[in-house]
């Protein structure tokens, strides 16, 4: 019997962010090796005109639980949503709900943030800053508390390249951050924005990092743990391979790729490429969940959940794989083929984003002009460009992050732990991950059937075709103007031409 399963068994448990991509399969989780689990908080906002209950509706009926429902057949009545925004004061949870909650938890894990790299700063610090200083005074609330999780990220010290397990200070207290937001306008915040965040790439890791520090700060007698992923995508093994749902990290750009879109990027091919799936992440998390609660270590601990360190891949390797994946089983109604390259200079970076993005865009537009169709190629562009600009600086650095906490823990499981809860990331086939990854982006993010890969194959080699045709009668032109023009061109031609006839 796993002795993490029996811990969860008749426990309350507060999840934020449970609608968010590491939310939902943490919750998946939970409920697939604890079934006898009391009740799940989910702390909810109403969006996109849904209601929380729609929301929660959506996500329990959604391929990623369809395992759960057998072991837990009565799932929906475990979960409990409550509305709330975590940006208003108390997060503007009812009287009765925040009773319950104060009363009634035993365990919380905090994940909700903005991951957004470009969020204002007022915005960041609101969600990840305040929110959490807010949920660290309630949890000080519970009488029935045992471990509080948060989870941050592993480039919220991004400034570093050796990266412990431990908290590092950033040069203003986000108390004094938190105080300014409230008098600042938002152009002074934009002005100080670049001085504040310092060598840090942007307001997300530069909040995320403030978070850690309010955790620190402000947990007074409270059981706290920190759990920080480095890049997270798809699952590995379950609740099975390759399930993922929002563009964030590389599936935005293994979309771009596989369409035909994305075609150079600027990257250090032998960069570590640390990707971490996600149920490896959700796994250590409640394992560090169990074991705060259980051993209560006298100090916040800080895992790391990376596999640079432990199993390094590099962005070279990641790319090939992404492309002989695509090549096998290819996307639909690609734009163009598939043939992503590294540039590793400005230079080269801005000549393909000309020749190969915007170019190929524009000609596009044209012929959509042309068929009385409304141009949006060079829109679109325009704007996987942008992403790509914030994503750079990530697959253009390598960081070291050490892993002793979660090497630690790894070796307090007990056997059977350690198989329901792996996280030993050692383990990992990348081949076959990427593979199971760029599957799982084709079925559940385009939601494309793969009965139709034929069709899409036919349609690459018609694109292939296309392509030849156009950079033929591309050659012909320029030669034959440059026959016209040039007497050294005619030289060769006559010389070359007798040859052949
Ligand atoms: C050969 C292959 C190699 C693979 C090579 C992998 C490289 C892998 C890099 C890893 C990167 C590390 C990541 C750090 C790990 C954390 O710790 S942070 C957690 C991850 N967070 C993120 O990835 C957030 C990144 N995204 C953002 O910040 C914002 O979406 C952006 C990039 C600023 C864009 O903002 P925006 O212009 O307001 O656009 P937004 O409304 O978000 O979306 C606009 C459109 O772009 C699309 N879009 C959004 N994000 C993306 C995306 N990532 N890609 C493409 N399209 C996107 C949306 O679907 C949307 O399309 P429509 O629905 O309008 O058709
Ligand atoms: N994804 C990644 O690559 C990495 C993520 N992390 C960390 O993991 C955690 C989870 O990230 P991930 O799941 O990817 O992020 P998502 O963007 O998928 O999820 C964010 C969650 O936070 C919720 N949320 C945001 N704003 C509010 C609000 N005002 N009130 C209530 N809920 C709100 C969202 O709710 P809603 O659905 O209503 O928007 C959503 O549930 C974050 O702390 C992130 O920093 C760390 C490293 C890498």
């Not at 949503?81 to 009765?96: G, T, V, Y």
């Not at 996307?331 to 598939?338: G, I």
Request: charged share 20%; with cysteine.
């Amino acid at each position: 019997m796993s002795m993490i399963a029996a811990f969860y068994s008749n426990k309350s448990v507060l999840i934020t962010g449970a609608t968010g991509f590491l939310g939902k399969v943490l919750m998946e989780k939970l409920f697939r090796t604890s079934p006898h689990l009391k009740v799940i908080y989910i702390l909810v906002r109403p969006k996109s005109g849904q209601t929380l209950q729609e929301r929660v509706f959506q996500i329990l009926n959604s391929k990623l639980f369809e395992k759960v429902k057998e072991v837990c057949p009565n799932v929906h009545e475990k979960i409990r949503p409550i509305s709330a925004d975590l940006n208003q004061r108390d997060f503007a949870i009812s009287k009765e709900d925040m009773q319950e909650l104060l009363s009634c938890t035993n365990i919380i894990f905090h994940c909700a943030a903005t991951v957004r790299f470009d969020a204002h700063l007022r915005e960041a610090v609101q969600l990840n800053v305040i929110a959490t200083q807010q949920l660290l005074l309630m949890a000080s609330q519970m009488p029935k508390l045992e471990a509080f999780i948060h989870i941050s990220t592993a480039f919220s010290n991004c400034n570093l390249s050796h990266i412990d397990e431990v908290i590092y200070p950033c040069p203003v207290e986000p108390r004094k951050i938190i105080d300014s937001m409230e008098w600042l306008d938002d152009s002074i915040i934009d002005e100080i924005t670049p001085k504040l965040i310092g060598d840090r790439p942007n307001t997300y890791t530069y909040t995320k990092a403030l978070g850690e520090m309010v955790v620190q700060q402000e947990s007074g007698n409270l059981n706290v743990a920190i759990v920080r992923p480095s890049i997270v995508g798809a699952t590995w093994q379950e609740p099975f391979p390759g399930w993922v749902d929002n563009l964030n990290g590389p599936s935005g750009l293994i979309i771009a790729a596989g369409k035909g879109f994305l075609r150079s990027i600027k990257a250090t091919p032998m960069a570590v490429a640390d990707l971490i799936p996600v149920d490896t992440v959700v796994n250590l998390t409640i394992a560090v969940g169990w074991y705060t609660a259980v051993h209560r270590p006298k100090s916040t601990l800080i895992y790391h959940s990376t596999s640079g360190n432990l199993n390094p891949c590099n962005w070279y390797k990641m790319g090939l794989q992404v492309l002989a994946t695509i090549e096998k089983i290819p996307f639909e109604s690609a734009f163009r083929r598939p043939n992503a390259d590294f540039t590793t200079n400005n230079f080269t970076t801005q000549y393909w984003n000309a020749v190969s993005h915007r170019a190929p865009a524009i000609i596009y537009d044209f012929y959509l002009r042309l068929t009385g169709r409304k141009p949006r190629m060079l829109k679109l562009m325009n704007r996987l460009l942008r992403t790509i600009s914030m994503l750079e600086y990530f697959i253009n650095h390598s960081w070291e992050w050490s892993t002793n906490n979660t090497e630690m823990l790894l070796s307090e499981l007990s056997p059977e732990d350690q198989r329901v809860f792996n996280f030993d990331v050692r383990q990992l086939n990348w081949l076959e991950y990427i593979e199971n990854y760029v599957l799982g982006v084709k079925k559940y993010l385009l939601k494309e059937d793969l009965a139709g890969i034929p069709k899409a194959k036919q349609h690459l080699k018609r694109l292939r075709n296309i392509h030849y045709l156009f950079n033929t009668a591309l050659f012909l032109i320029v030669w034959r103007l440059l026959i016209a023009r040039s007497q050294m061109a005619r030289n060769i031609w006559f010389f070359i031409c007798p040859m052949y006839l």
